[in-house]
């Protein structure tokens, strides 16, 4: 089998087939593209002299592949560019370096056991899953653009709630490697290619039908209004605004109109209150739900207590009395806490989004809040809605999750994009209504099924009404988790590496 991609073109032909590959991730959504260039970049993978070639042209695809899906992580370090301005580059070329060494073990690994050919193009493939499922766990993990999630805008999406986001990853590594089978067929051997097409057709006339839409919701279904401030962040924690942004959010959650529809659930974003919060010594916070009749109001805020700062989403009942407090457990590496704090703070280094010099704290564990009216709501605070594993909790199925976020950081491009993506995806598995309230946008409300039913694009200021969509029964992902689509990924690597090796006894 004879490589393709690295004759004269070498490295930057794998490179840029990974730029391709990425398309398919939102906004783009060009998932074709995705196929296509994974099957070639398998292909090449199979066909390199050596597992150590393998692993090289994997990762040079990989580096392609992050470089262009994460380009938006160069938007946090431009909000002061004037202190972290220098470290934009490097976080880009670090990052998708660093996830392409995932992809360039896969490379190595299936090289090693199953040989070349068509074997090696199946167990890379299925390492290349397990890779995958790795990034999203290693080192706190980072499960962003994630080969699967190509699918979220299609119907191909409905297959999350059998297996996660890992099941979709295996269902694009199917299509590409069925594809790169195909492609590897020699000349004389043209008539084996239309049976290696089959399995790709798979995931394509998955993505193909259309994503059923959830339940209606019934006529007495709780009204949520969603606030979207659209607070820059360079001017998020500016003192001279601070009464400003106040009255906007209390302006924007009394709702429109001269006599505006009743809220049940009123939801800020994120840090939406323009100053640190110690409840222990706090002020009466009935101002806050001033003007909302018997809505429970639900914001994000920073919260101080014993020295340290919290990430935290506060409920206060209509009276204005605090109901219930949730602190994000799981924290941004190098922008909400820095690793091996006490040394980095010696060295000057702090995270972006410290307040005052230091970091945040964890909080306990995740938790459900309770919610008059409604019921029982899983907190998010923005990052934790990226990591499908930790949104379950114990017990009975919540009636809907609750994520507060502030895109700003992210930009105007690819990043809030993507992020509202992957909360559709967590409505799918858990398979109850999604709540989204993010500062600048895309604010929205998702249905079970994935589906937005209302939302608000980026850059805007305003309030989203919208009734909250009925739950369906949990689906097999909330009960079973990633182990299923993993045991899968692992089964397909051990068979392709013993045909491989049945094949040379033979």
């Known amino acids: 089998m004879r490589p393709w991609l690295t004759g004269r073109l070498g490295g930057p032909a794998l490179v840029a087939w990974g730029v391709v590959a990425g398309a398919g991730q939102a906004p783009w959504w060009l998932w074709p593209l995705t196929l296509l260039a994974l099957a070639l970049g398998l292909r090449e993978a199979a066909a390199a002299p050596s597992a150590r070639g393998a692993a090289g042209r994997m990762w040079l695809f990989g580096a392609g592949y992050f470089g262009w899906t994460l380009q938006w992580i160069v938007s946090p370090f431009l909000v002061e560019p004037e202190v972290y301005g220098w470290m934009a580059p490097f976080a880009l070329i670090l990052s998708a370096g660093g996830f392409a060494l995932f992809w360039g073990a896969a490379g190595w690994l299936g090289r090693s056991g199953a040989g070349a050919g068509r074997p090696a193009i199946w ?39 059998l297996g996660g986001p890992h099941l979709l990853t295996a269902l694009t590594l199917l299509g590409a490697a ?186 306990g564990a995740a938790a459900a809040i309770e919610l008059d009216g409604i019921g029982t709501a899983r907190p998010l605070i923005c990052y934790e809605g990226i990591f499908a594993e930790e949104v379950g909790l114990p017990g009975a199925a919540p009636r809907l999750l609750l994520l507060v976020t502030n895109d700003a950081w992210f930009g105007t491009r690819a990043g809030p994009q993507q992020h509202l993506a992957q909360a559709r995806l967590r409505a799918i598995e858990q398979g109850v209504p999604l709540v989204r309230a993010a500062n600048t946008g895309i604010s929205a409300m998702i249905d079970a099924r994935g589906r937005i039913t209302a939302s608000l694009p980026l850059g805007v200021q305003g309030a989203l009404d919208a009734p909250l969509p009925p739950a369906l029964a949990p689906p097999p992902y909330a009960r079973w988790g990633d182990g299923p689509a993993l045991l899968l990924m692992v089964l397909a690597a051990a068979g392709a590496i013993a045909v491989d090796r049945g094949v040379r006894r033979a």
């Open 178 to 363: 069925s594809l790169a089978s195909a492609l590897a067929a020699g000349p004389g051997r043209g008539r084996s290619r239309p049976g290696w097409l089959v399995p790709a057709a798979l995931p394509v006339l998955a993505a193909l039908l259309p994503l059923p839409d959830g339940p209606a919701p019934a006529a007495e279904a709780p009204l949520v209004r969603i606030v979207q401030p659209n607070v820059p962040q360079d001017e998020k924690w500016s003192g001279d605004v601070a009464a400003q942004r106040l009255a906007d959010l209390q302006r924007l959650g009394r709702g429109s109109g001269a006599d505006p529809v009743p809220a049940d659930l009123v939801v800020w974003p994120e840090t939406a209150l323009p100053w640190p919060i110690d409840l222990a010594a706090a002020e009466d916070l009935k101002p806050l739900v001033r003007g909302l009749g018997d809505a429970t109001l639900v914001t994000g805020l920073l919260r101080w207590q014993d020295g340290v700062y919290y990430n935290s989403l506060l409920s206060l009942d209509p009276g204005g009395t605090v109901r219930d407090v949730y602190d994000k457990v799981h924290l941004v590496p190098f922008g909400e806490y820095v690793p091996l704090g006490e040394l980095a703070a010696r060295l000057g280094i702090r995270g972006l989004a410290a307040r005052d010099g230091g970091g945040f704290a964890a909080g």
């Open 123 to 161: 167990a890379v493939a299925a390492l290349l899953g397990l890779a995958e499922a790795a990034r999203s766990l290693v080192l706190t993990g980072f499960p962003w653009a994630m080969l699967g999630h190509v699918w979220i805008d299609t119907g191909a999406a409905r297959l999350a709630a």
